[in-house]
C-alpha cells in the first residue's frame, strides 16, 4: 500500500477552470501538506494541516484553498487555473506538529498539473 | 528568518569516486536539518537527519552528512558512488524550537557516471 497517494497524478487543464486534487495518507500521521515544486525544483510549503486544523498557510493566493475532511486526507482545491500554476503539487504528511519534535515528512509522488 | 542554500545546481562524479552535495543554513538557534532525495517521477525520500548529538550522521544507502556549527554547514558524503545515486537532492532546515515550516533549498542534481 502506498503510504502518501495524490490523486491524479497528472492534471491537464484551461486557464479559468477550477480542479481538485486529492490527497490521502494510511500512516496515521496527524500532520499534512502540500508544496509546490516549479518548473526549476524549487520546493516550497503552501499549506499544513494537524489534525484538521490549519496551522501553515503560507503567501498563496487565496483561489487556493485546502480542504481537510478528517486527519488522513488533505484536498486542494483552485479555482480559476493561471499559466502560472502550472508546477508539481506534492503532498506529504507526518506525526504531530508539536513544537519543537523533530518529523520526518513523508511524500506522495506529486500532481503534475498543466495550465494551457 | 531560515534559509538553505545549496552552492551547486549539478554534481558530476565517476562511479566509485566519493562524493559530496553542499549545503550551508542560515536559522536562529539551534537547526535541525535533514537531507531528502527525489528520483524522477518520484515524490522526496528522507535519507538522513541532525537533531543534536554526533556530528556525523549516518543514513539510508550508505549516505552520511557532517554537521559543522562554526560554518554552518551540513554536507551530504558517500565514499563510493552508484550509478543508481543518480537523483536530485534536497537539504532542508527547520528551528529547533516553536511551530516553524521546513525550508528546502533548491535541489542539487547529482549524476553518477559508470
Known amino acids: 500500500d502506498t503510504a502518501v497517494s495524490q490523486t491524479p497524478k497528472y492534471l491537464v487543464t484551461q486557464m479559468g477552470n477550477d480542479k481538485s486534487i486529492k490527497c490521502e495518507q494510511n500512516?496515521?500521521?496527524?500532520?499534512m501538506y502540500w508544496y509546490k515544486q516549479d518548473s526549476k525544483k524549487f520546493l516550497k510549503i503552501m499549506f499544513s494541516?494537524?489534525?484538521?486544523?490549519?496551522?501553515i498557510n503560507e503567501t498563496v493566493p487565496n483561489r487556493f484553498s485546502p480542504k481537510s475532511p478528517d486527519k488522513a486526507h488533505l484536498n486542494l482545491h483552485i479555482n480559476s487555473l493561471e499559466l502560472g500554476d502550472s508546477a508539481v503539487y506534492f503532498c506529504?504528511?507526518?506525526?504531530?506538529?508539536?513544537?519543537?519534535?523533530?518529523?520526518?515528512?513523508?511524500f506522495g509522488a506529486g500532481t503534475r498539473l498543466s495550465v494551457l | 528568518a531560515q534559509s538553505v542554500a545549496q552552492p551547486e545546481d549539478q554534481v558530476n562524479v565517476a562511479e566509485g569516486n566519493p562524493l559530496t552535495v553542499k549545503c550551508t543554513y542560515s536559522v536562529s538557534g539551534n537547526p535541525y536539518l535533514f537531507w531528502y532525495v527525489q528520483y524522477p517521477n518520484r515524490g522526496l525520500q528522507f535519507l538522513l537527519k541532525y537533531i543534536t548529538g554526533d556530528n556525523l550522521v549516518k543514513g539510508s544507502y550508505g549516505f552520511e552528512a557532517e554537521f559543522n556549527k562554526s560554518q554552518t554547514s551540513f554536507h551530504l558524503k558517500k565514499p563510493s558512488a552508484l550509478v543508481s545515486d543518480s537523483a536530485l537532492y534536497f537539504c532542508?532546515?527547520?528551528?529547533?524550537?516553536?511551530?516553524?515550516?521546513?525550508?528546502f533549498g533548491k535541489g542539487t542534481r547529482l549524476s553518477v557516471i559508470a
Open positions: 494541516y494537524n489534525n484538521k486544523e490549519l496551522i
Open positions: 506529504a504528511s507526518s506525526r504531530a506538529r508539536i513544537a519543537g519534535a523533530v518529523n520526518i515528512q513523508y
Open positions: 500512516l496515521g500521521h496527524d500532520t
Open positions: 532542508a532546515v527547520r528551528q529547533s524550537s516553536g511551530n516553524t515550516p521546513l525550508v
